[in-house]
């Protein structure tokens, strides 16, 4: 027990690194609350068309974090080697790569996104309430299209910023974001301050115009600190990137990004699958995700804590402190996130009562809520073995521990459950959470291995 208790410095240390991170990812998903509960002031269509179509927002945003963490895993080790040139050319990866992917989802929005939408809409609901679902969220996709590409660019900067373990501006920047987000929600959602009154439409606008304040403030902190910023200094002369780098980054970072996709979309069919028994659980499900966004802002920071610190390690050849560290950081992770899944799990019979919906819904989405809350310690396990794994470039074990898992367990799970059985759908998620055990055993297995022990980048040491 000893060894995974680290001391009075470890803990500063880390504590410097994590609170920003926690501080900007809790306010943005506060935020967020805010949104829902004011978009679920509106009525249950308009919450239930957004909440479908930020579940394929979802899919393109963790992809975005994907893309940016392959080479993010080259940057983290390259600044911990001093090599600046490296992790320059690793921006420009990540530039390249996000801005691809976001005009890519931009066409499939627009030509099939009716369709996506669609799909978490069954003939056995009120046929009204499908039409009115359905044009709430096509409606509100269309205009979250146009902050795709910005949002790219955002966690471009944001991520090589963290890797350097600058994680205050990249908080700033998010919390001016959000901050922007809420005031414009409010003002465009109810039509305050002689704004027409726009609701969903509203609710979308204001999030567009928060990622353009978001980029704004990293683009012009990053490259007005040049001296801090060695990376930027002439980012933008050319887009060439060493072949050599490509490849490695190519060879590591397309298991990650695939994996980020297709972990996303199961998670985007998870909530198609629990979809077939209603309308009803898509309103309550998008409660509960919304709280729970918030409790999980601990064992998520420290996913990055893992990232950015073990990385580092690994870089400077550090392996004995990086397997210590990782130790204390899962142990810590594991401690901390025990404590919010107990908070959440008391505010769950009260906070569906705020939303303007029926008490059916309210009632299913305490139940929601707990679920959560309970599974709680082993999301926070699971997450902090994922990118100790994962730090060390061990993508295609990390593949086959989370997509790959998802797809060959969930997946199937919830599909023979909600559509074979008459099990009550509060069961059917609880069994589709705890199953996830295996992963923490598979994790704990191949952490306490070492197998992740790798240091990439040490050929070009400075």
């Not at 506060?30 to 919450?47: H, R």
């Not at 080259?74 to 992917?101: V, W």
């Not at 005031?183 to 609701?199: D, E």
């Amino acid at each position: 027990m000893k060894r995974l208790i680290g001391t009075k410095e470890f803990y500063k240390w880390i504590l410097m690194i994590v609170v920003p991170i926690m501080i900007q990812n809790g306010i943005t998903n506060f935020v967020s609350l805010l949104d829902n509960i004011m978009v679920g002031q509106v009525g249950t269509a308009q919450m239930s068309g957004v909440a479908i179509a930020n579940q394929l927002m979802f899919v393109y945003n963790v992809t975005i974090f994907g893309a940016v963490s392959g080479a993010g895993i080259f940057g983290a080790q390259f600044f911990g080697s001093g090599n600046h040139e490296g992790l320059k050319n690793t921006f420009r990866f990540k530039l390249i790569s996000c801005i691809l992917l976001g005009i890519f989802t931009i066409f499939l929005f627009f030509f099939a996104g009716e369709h996506l939408i669609s799909f978490y809409l069954n003939d056995s609901n009120d046929a009204e309430s499908i039409k009115q679902t359905l044009f709430y969220g096509k409606s509100y996709l269309n205009i979250m299209m146009v902050g795709l590409i910005p949002f790219a660019l955002s966690n471009t900067y944001s991520s090589t910023i963290r890797e350097t373990g600058e994680t205050v501006v990249p908080m700033i920047s998010s919390i001016s974001a959000v901050l922007t987000n809420l005031v414009f929600n409010y003002i465009l959602i109810f039509g305050m301050f002689g704004a027409p009154k726009l609701g969903v439409l509203g609710a979308a606008i204001a999030t567009v115009i928060s990622r353009f304040v978001e980029l704004a403030i990293l683009i012009y902190w990053t490259h007005s600190h040049q001296e801090r910023n060695v990376f930027i200094r002439g980012v933008y002369r050319s887009f060439k990137i060493p072949k050599d780098l490509t490849g490695k980054i190519v060879i590591k970072g397309t298991p990650l990004l695939v994996n980020e996709f297709l972990w996303s979309g199961g998670m985007a069919m998870m909530m198609q699958c629990y979809s077939v028994r209603g309308l009803n659980v898509v309103a309550a499900m998008n409660i509960s995700n919304t709280v729970a966004n918030v409790f999980n802002i601990v064992f998520l920071a420290m996913g990055n804590v893992v990232a950015i610190v073990v990385g580092q390690l690994l870089g400077a050849s550090k392996m004995k402190e990086a397997k210590e560290t990782a130790g204390k950081l899962i142990f810590m992770s594991v401690i901390l996130s025990s404590m919010m899944g107990l908070l959440m799990a008391i505010i769950a019979p009260f906070f569906p009562q705020i939303y303007n919906t029926t008490e059916d819904i309210r009632h299913l989405a305490t139940r929601f809520i707990i679920v959560p809350a309970l599974c709680m310690p082993m999301y926070a396990f699971m997450h902090a073995t994922y990118f100790t794994l994962r730090s060390g470039g061990n993508t295609i074990i990390t593949f086959l521990f989370d997509s790959a898992f998802v797809w060959v367990v969930s997946i199937p799970l919830a599909y023979v459950l909600t559509r074979y059985t008459s099990l009550n759908i509060i069961w059917v998620y609880l069994f589709c959470q705890l199953i996830e055990i295996l992963k923490c055993i598979l994790g704990y297995t191949l952490v306490k291995k070492g197998v992740w022990l790798n240091n990439m980048v040490g050929y070009e040491a400075a």
